[in-house]
């Protein structure tokens, strides 16, 4: 221990951090081996501390040690001598993973024996500035400095980073001069949110996120660092095989270096907001590159699974813009993936076991003392289990490998006497999903498994059983989950829901659900958007509904026409109009765009405003009606006075007798009203948050569960409320903005008779207005 301590020091390694290396032992035999190796290069004594540094660097980063003492001889003869080029090295090393490797690809790859010399800094960086001048002379030392940067760094791969930021401050200093008072001021907040806001959401375009990148050019080339296909080997964690070079050249010649992706849903439930974040990385990714993605359901449980489930399933996928390349099934793979159990079990991979259920959950299960039967035996047996010769839960298939969680031997085959959707009484043993994902990944020659953070615990057991039956290997890559505050989307407890009768089914726009969502009015642009701004992060995010409103709200501004509406109605009559009088009121759909085109509605004597719109005794701050304060009606061109206020005999206000006068001519009123003439009568629903607390299943937050923080007040009902007769041929799921309410979709309960209308959301407050 003392000399291996001495030889770290020797090298550079403060005690401390020699220390700390020795307590790794898989790094301290690395390091100790690396610096041997360079050591007969240069003696004990060569070894200076540059390039220990190096030799550090190299061993703690290097995951194939056959390749330890190549590049460790490439460090000590110095043909490696700077961290730019060690990553070169690494990165070479770990995409060459077969012998010999080629010297002069590798050397022309790490640039040994390229010399940058000032004059070619010089003039990298001059030409870069150039490139920018007139930019740079406007912004001064608010642009952004890493653009040039990067660009000189572009153009000369391995010059030193810290000569060329010397020559790029001095060549701005040159140019620009001394920072002034107004240089070394922060860049306006109005600027900046200018900058991010550049691009606008358009449904198949590019979703604009809040950090100013489209969720396309998120997804695109480089963005993600994702291996490029039939770079399989060159990620982390990926398993190589004396096969795996020959398994990708054959699937590269099945797909032609196309990406591949997939959207696995399981068929029983519905898809909720988490879904669409899954079903924009997936489809959106190969979109982005010209790839393609499959729908594949993951129909290996029969006794869950119902039709509707499917068909809802796709239309939430297209609802949202994207169209499968192909629908597949697990189950089309039904007899492909009893042949490989059975091929599993002759490699010695997989046994039949008889443990019950029970016996296996839980923590530190005990190993099942049929593990080592023989293999003929197994083979025999699990003949036996697809015959239906055992009853449910008194044989397993189980696979002999220990996952990343500690879970011994997962399940690969069960029974279910229970027929299948698409295959019936076909079969009755069903693959679990640890044996299934990755080999329907294999057969469809997925090159990229996307699937959330909780999977990454299977993401070993997904290269082992490809490899334990030398298939063809995807690379699975993890993202991280996108959950919401003040819901469930528990499959489980939504039904429970449902079941009680809290909500009326998956669609109940109180829910989260992708159907409840479309139900409520949210425009699949919006959702789109919102799984955007929330970013393709590896972390598990948990947002508050208000920022998917948010979108909501930026997408209805632009597409959702005006239309005015009347939810709690109060009778005026204009005395001083005739009593037939009636007359055509253009509205414009969108005011702030008048071209987009406008609608009549009816001026007629008697008109509705609402009751919060008038109050009998003046407050102050108050701005609307009162009986000594007139106000506008929108786009009608009239004020109205109140000449007398009519009520019922419990004293309530049930009608206002005003007189009129034109806008043009009488004092402008300190508000403007919306209001109704002839309206519809309709039904409108309120919504608001389905729980009382921001995380219902948190027994910290509800200690009764989640059922007893139902908020009652989550539904509003008005049967009779009054909208004008420009929404009279709406169709289900049409959307308006009913001014100075809220934005509003039609409910597919409507009838001829009588439309209903959700409330999608509100909009958006302002705090001024009373």
């Given at each position: 221990?003392?000399d291996?301590m001495?030889l770290f020091?020797?090298?550079g390694?403060?005690?401390?951090?020699?220390?700390?290396t020795?307590?790794?032992?898989a790094?301290?035999?690395?390091?100790?081996?690396?610096?041997?190796?360079?050591?007969?290069v240069?003696?004990?004594?060569?070894v200076?501390?540059?390039?220990?540094?190096?030799?550090?660097?190299?061993?703690?980063?290097?995951?194939?040690?056959?390749?330890?003492a190549?590049?460790?001889?490439?460090i000590?003869?110095?043909?490696i001598c700077?961290e730019l080029?060690?990553?070169?090295?690494?990165?070479?090393?770990k995409?060459?993973?077969?012998?010999?490797i080629?010297?002069?690809?590798?050397?022309?790859?790490?640039?040994?024996g390229?010399v940058?010399t000032?004059?070619?800094?010089?003039?990298?960086?001059?030409?870069?500035?150039?490139?920018?001048?007139?930019?740079?002379?406007?912004?001064r030392y608010?642009?952004?400095?890493g653009?040039?940067?990067?660009?000189?760094?572009?153009?000369?791969?391995w010059?030193?980073?810290k000569?060329?930021?010397n020559?790029?401050?001095m060549?701005?200093?040159?140019?620009?001069g001394?920072?002034t008072?107004?240089d070394?001021e922060?860049?306006?907040k109005?600027m900046?949110q200018?900058e991010?806001n550049?691009?606008?959401?358009?449904?198949?375009?590019?979703?604009?996120?809040g950090?100013?990148?489209?969720?396309?050019?998120?997804?695109?080339?480089?963005?993600?660092k994702?291996?490029k296909?039939?770079?399989?080997f060159k990620?982390e964690g990926?398993v190589?095989?004396?096969?795996?070079?020959s398994?990708?050249?054959?699937?590269?010649?099945?797909?032609?270096?196309?990406?591949?992706t997939r959207f696995?849903?399981e068929?029983?439930g519905?898809?909720h907001?988490g879904?669409?974040k899954a079903?924009n990385?997936?489809f959106?990714y190969a979109k982005?590159?010209?790839?393609?993605?499959?729908?594949?359901y993951?129909?290996?449980n029969?006794?869950?699974?119902?039709?509707?489930y499917?068909?809802?399933?796709?239309?939430?996928?297209?609802?949202?813009?994207?169209?499968?390349?192909?629908v597949t099934h697990?189950?089309?793979?039904f007899?492909?993936?009893y042949?490989?159990a059975v091929?599993?079990?002759?490699?010695?991979?997989?046994?039949?076991?008889?443990?019950?259920?029970?016996e296996?959950?839980?923590?530190?299960?005990?190993?099942?003392?049929?593990r080592?039967?023989?293999i003929e035996?197994?083979?025999?047996?699990f003949?036996?289990?697809?015959k239906g010769?055992f009853?449910?839960g008194e044989?397993?298939?189980?696979?002999?490998?220990?996952?990343?969680?500690g879970?011994?031997?997962p399940v690969a085959?069960?029974?279910k006497?229970?027929?299948?959707h698409?295959?019936?009484?076909?079969?009755?043993?069903?693959p679990?999903?640890?044996?299934?994902h990755?080999?329907?990944?294999?057969?469809?020659?997925i090159?990229?498994?996307l699937c959330?953070?909780?999977?990454?615990?299977r993401?070993s057991?997904?290269?082992?059983?490809c490899?334990a039956?030398?298939v063809?290997?995807?690379?699975?890559w993890?993202?991280g989950?996108l959950?919401?505050?003040y819901?469930?989307v528990?499959?489980?407890?939504i039904?429970?829901?449902?079941?009680?009768?809290?909500?009326r089914?998956?669609?109940?726009?109180r829910?989260?659900?992708?159907t409840?969502?479309r139900?409520?009015g949210?425009?699949?642009?919006?959702?789109n958007?919102?799984?955007a701004?929330v970013?393709?992060?590896v972390?598990?995010?948990?947002t508050?509904?208000h920022?998917?409103?948010?979108?909501v709200?930026e997408v209805?501004n632009?597409?959702a026409?005006?239309?005015?509406?009347?939810l709690?109605p109060?009778?005026v009559?204009?005395?001083?109009?005739p009593?037939?009088?009636?007359?055509?009121v253009?509205?414009?759909?969108?005011p702030?765009?008048?071209?987009?085109?406008?609608h009549t509605?009816?001026?007629?004597r008697?008109i509705?405003?609402e009751?919060?719109?008038?109050?009998?005794?003046?407050?102050?701050g108050?701005?609307?009606?009162?009986?000594?304060?007139?106000v506008?009606l929108?786009?009608a061109?009239y004020?109205?006075?109140?000449q007398?206020?009519?009520?019922d005999?419990?004293?309530?206000?049930?009608?206002?007798e005003?007189n009129?006068?034109?806008s043009?001519t009488?004092?402008?009123p300190?508000a403007?009203?919306?209001?109704v003439?002839?309206?519809?009568?309709c039904?409108?629903?309120?919504?608001e948050?389905?729980?009382?607390h921001?995380?219902?299943e948190?027994?910290?937050?509800?200690?009764?569960g989640f059922?007893?923080d139902?908020?009652?007040h989550?539904?509003?009902?008005?049967?009779?409320a009054?909208?004008d007769?420009s929404?009279?041929g709406?169709k289900?799921f049409?959307?308006y903005q009913f001014?100075r309410?809220?934005?509003?979709?039609l409910d597919?309960?409507?009838?001829?008779?009588k439309?209903?209308?959700n409330?999608?959301?509100t909009?958006?407050e302002d705090?001024?207005?009373?």
């Open positions: 221990m003392a291996t001495t020091t020797s090298i390694l403060s005690e401390q951090k020699a220390k700390e020795l307590k790794n032992e790094l301290s035999s690395a390091l100790k081996d690396a610096i041997t190796q360079a050591q007969r240069h003696g004990p004594s060569g200076d501390k540059a390039m220990g540094t190096l030799l550090y660097s190299m061993a703690s980063r290097l995951k194939d040690l056959k390749r330890l190549f590049l460790s001889d490439s000590a003869q110095r043909k700077t080029q060690l990553a070169a090295a690494l990165d070479f090393v995409g060459h993973p077969q012998d010999p080629n010297q002069n690809e590798f050397e022309e790859a790490c640039g040994v390229v940058i000032p004059e070619q800094i010089e003039d990298a960086v001059e030409s870069v500035i150039k490139k920018h001048k007139e930019q740079l002379v406007k912004e608010h642009f952004n400095m653009l040039l940067m990067g660009e000189a760094r572009a153009a000369l791969k010059a030193d980073g000569v060329i930021k020559e790029v401050d060549q701005v200093l040159h140019l620009l001394p920072k008072e107004a070394l922060k860049k306006p109005v900046l200018q991010l550049q691009s606008i959401f358009s449904f198949n375009r590019e979703v604009t996120t950090e100013g990148k489209s969720l396309m050019e998120q997804l695109r080339g480089e963005a993600l994702f291996h296909p039939g770079e399989n990620t990926y190589v095989t004396p096969n795996t070079m398994l990708i050249k054959k699937h590269l010649e099945i797909t032609g270096g196309q990406i591949r696995p849903p068929p029983n519905i898809l907001i879904h669409a079903i990385f997936n959106g982005a590159n010209n790839g393609i993605c499959f729908l594949r993951d129909d290996t029969p006794e869950k699974e119902e039709e509707k499917f068909t809802a399933i796709r239309d939430m996928v297209e609802w949202l813009g994207y169209k499968p390349y192909d697990a189950s089309d793979n007899q492909q993936l042949d490989l091929d599993l079990i002759r490699r010695g991979h997989a046994y039949v076991c008889h443990q019950r259920g029970e296996l959950k839980g923590h530190n299960v005990p190993p099942s003392p049929w080592d039967r023989p035996e197994s083979l025999v047996l003949e036996r289990m697809k010769l009853a449910e044989a397993t298939l189980r696979m002999k490998m220990v996952m990343e969680d879970k011994m031997d085959y069960r029974i006497y229970t027929a299948h698409r295959t019936g009484d076909e079969w009755c043993i069903y679990t999903y640890d044996y299934t990755c080999l329907c990944d294999s057969i469809e020659n090159t990229h498994s959330t953070k909780e999977f990454q615990a993401r057991s997904y290269y082992w059983l490899n039956l030398d063809y290997c995807p690379v699975q993890e993202y989950r959950n919401l505050t819901t469930v528990s499959k489980r407890k039904i429970r829901l449902v079941e009680t009768g809290v909500v089914d998956w669609d109940d726009p829910l989260f659900t992708l409840a969502l139900r409520r949210f425009p699949s642009e919006a959702v958007n919102f799984c701004r970013g393709v992060t972390s598990q995010t948990t508050e509904p920022l998917l409103e948010s979108c709200r209805l632009d597409t026409p005006r239309a005015m509406a009347v709690e109060l009778k009559t204009i005395t001083n109009l009593e037939n009088s009636r007359s055509d253009r509205v414009p759909d969108f702030a765009n008048e071209a987009k085109g406008s509605v009816p001026f007629t008697t509705f405003i009751q919060s719109d008038f109050r009998e005794v003046m407050e102050k108050y701005k609307r009606l009162t009986p000594e304060q007139p506008g929108r786009h061109g004020v109205i006075s109140v007398k206020v009519i009520k005999a419990q004293g309530k206000v049930v009608e206002l005003v009129c006068c034109s043009e009488a004092e402008k300190k403007f009203i919306h209001w003439g002839q309206p519809l009568v039904e409108v629903r309120l919504y948050r389905l729980f009382l921001k995380h219902p948190d027994p910290s937050e509800v200690p009764k059922l007893s139902i908020n009652p989550s539904l509003q009902v008005i049967s009779s009054l909208v007769i929404v009279k709406a289900v049409d959307k001014e309410v809220g934005y509003f979709s597919p309960d409507s009838t001829a008779d439309l209903v209308f409330r999608t959301v909009l958006k705090p001024g207005k009373i």
